[in-house]
């Protein structure tokens, strides 16, 4: 697909880059473009975010994670066995 720029002053500007970098005008608009691209990523809707957080709490709902029974003090006898007395 041709892009044709029909503004003379954006014409003028990318030539103007061209002389000074040596490139031709495709070479300096996908270099401009590239840059532009990494400075912005892709960027999601707020209506999209909403829609995912709905799908996850949708989820949480259907799937809740199951009851093993584990106590805090179980938690701390683990940790202990793990890291010993370097977290006391």
Not at 56 to 73: I, N
């Amino acid at each position: 697909m041709a892009i044709t720029i029909r503004n003379k002053e954006t014409e003028e500007l990318i030539r103007r880059i061209g002389r000074r970098t040596g490139e031709g005008p495709s070479a300096v608009i996908r270099r401009l473009a590239e840059r532009e691209a990494m400075q912005h990523p892709t960027r999601v809707s707020e209506e999209e975010v909403q829609r995912r957080l709905a799908f996850m709490a949708d989820l949480r709902k259907r799937y809740p994670p199951p009851d093993d029974g584990t106590t805090w003090a179980d938690l701390e006898e683990e940790m202990d066995s793990i890291f010993g007395d370097d977290l006391k």
